[in-house]
């Protein structure tokens, strides 16, 4: 096994510069100016050392789609973002619905290597919310999945939604809802709001997500089952989570937001590019500036990009036909450096908390979201805090191209990112 030492690092971003001596895929020593074989020396120049990143929810369109990603592009954009796990949801072509597929996914993603790639299970059988797909098989598959999603769909049957939060809850899995009324988004474009009218969109109300959320938490308190909300979009929702948080109920309640839900608002429908379309919408400043607030004081647990790939022809054409979704991964820690370090909200500690710990906690991963400690293991990010850097969708990692952010200047930067001790991103490439 390969011994790295990270000169000049400090963790959380907190005292004075340390080395950090990496072997045998745990740290091994933490201490200023440690002299000691190393195959590898990285500079940190004072970067901050988080423990690397874990993304709940990521689209890898892989199989089925894999002109818009692979396992293997979309675990180099992950590596180059920060991450060491990620969730891969199940809405692809086939369906992630059974023991063969999220195996084949757990496969792909070890082949690969280049971070832990954890098949998401459909929840219910072809995404369809009509019957529960075999969650149990999905459970003792070799990929051991936990996390149980329709993502792209809601799970809008209640007494299927009740069903899976009981037997989720048999094995120590969890249920992550898409939260959305179908019904009261019949054909919706785009945020029910006046930006959306002007352009004759059909609107997408927030009571449709909250209605979800409201229904599914007191679903998961009636069954004792554990419910994590993906990309929570409105202020209501918001509210709600602090609401069922603060009763002591037999349940769990986790929720997520996205980046881009965090910095971008429906002001962007003015351009008409569909690059802007996502599912939940774009939403107000009001929504965005509660969401920041809700991630900092630990009622929204933690972001999750909701990395959503596509093909160039699924993007460049009518917002109508459009495809919704955007690429994350590699501009997650940019957007959360923006929206809640520059601004005060969060400290490199409480960074930490919202894109490791909380999601790896949420997700039961015991080796992953741990403290940088001797003897832990050494899954890492080195995030430069004062870089900025502009993004350019053609130079990502990503086989899709469709970034909101394209030619935004961000700042943070990821170092390096390294996976049980071995660098897998440094300096903007990608080690194999
Ligand atoms: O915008 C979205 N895109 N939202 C989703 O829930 C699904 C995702 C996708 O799969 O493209």
Not at 4 to 32: F, H, M, N, S
Not at 182 to 200: D, I, K, M, S, Y
Not at 242 to 269: C, I, M, N, W, Y
């Amino acid at each position: 096994m390969t011994r790295v030492l990270l000169k000049d690092v400090r963790p959380y971003g907190e005292g004075e510069p340390v080395d950090v001596l990496v072997a045998d895929g745990v740290i091994a020593d933490i201490g200023a100016n440690l002299s000691a074989d190393a195959d590898e020396i990285v500079q940190g120049s004072g970067a901050v050392a988080l423990p690397g990143f874990v993304d709940l929810h990521t689209h890898l369109r892989e199989p089925g789609r894999e002109d818009a990603e692979t396992i293997e592009t979309g675990s180099k954009a992950a590596a180059l973002g920060g991450y060491t796990a990620v969730f891969a949801m199940a809405n692809t072509d086939p369906v992630a619905d059974n023991a063969v597929i999220v195996e084949h996914v757990w496969r792909r993603g070890r082949e690969v290597g280049l971070v832990d790639v954890h098949p998401v299970g459909a929840v219910t059988v072809g995404l369809a919310g009509e019957k529960l797909a075999e969650l149990g098989t999905m459970r003792h598959s070799a990929a051991e999945v936990r996390v149980f999603s329709d993502d792209g769909k809601c799970v809008h049957d209640p007494l299927i939604m009740r069903r899976a939060l009981e037997y989720t809850r048999s094995f120590g899995g969890l249920v992550a809802q898409h939260a959305e009324e179908p019904r009261l988004t019949v054909g919706a474009q785009a945020h029910e709001g006046p930006n959306a009218a002007r352009l004759g969109l059909a609107g997408w109300p927030a009571p449709a997500e909250e209605s979800i959320v409201a229904r599914d938490c007191l679903l998961a308190a009636h069954t004792g089952g554990t419910l994590h909300v993906c990309h929570v979009s409105t202020e209501g929702t918001a509210e709600l989570l602090r609401f069922f948080k603060g009763r002591d109920t037999g349940g769990s309640v986790s929720a997520e937001v996205t980046p881009h839900h965090l910095l971008l608002t429906d002001e962007r429908l003015a351009t008409y590019d569909p690059v802007n379309k996502v599912n939940p919408p774009l939403r107000t400043d009001d929504d965005a500036l509660a969401l920041r607030r809700a991630l900092a004081d630990g009622t929204v647990d933690c972001v999750a990009t909701d990395h959503a790939p596509h093909a160039a022809q699924d993007k460049d054409c009518e917002w109508s036909a459009a495809k919704p979704g955007m690429l994350g991964l590699q501009t997650a820690l940019g957007i959360v450096t923006r929206t809640m370090v520059r601004s005060g909200l969060l400290d490199w500690r409480g960074v930490a908390r919202v894109l490791s710990e909380r999601p790896a906690e949420i997700a039961g991963l015991a080796d992953q979201g741990r403290p940088i400690a001797v003897g832990e293991p050494a899954n890492l990010a080195l995030v430069d805090p004062d870089a900025e850097w502009t993004v350019r969708a053609a130079e990502l990692a990503s086989l899709g191209q469709n970034s909101p952010f394209e030619g935004m200047r961000l700042p943070g930067r990821v170092v390096a990112t390294l996976l049980r001790g071995a660098i897998t991103a440094h300096e903007g490439k990608v080690r194999r």
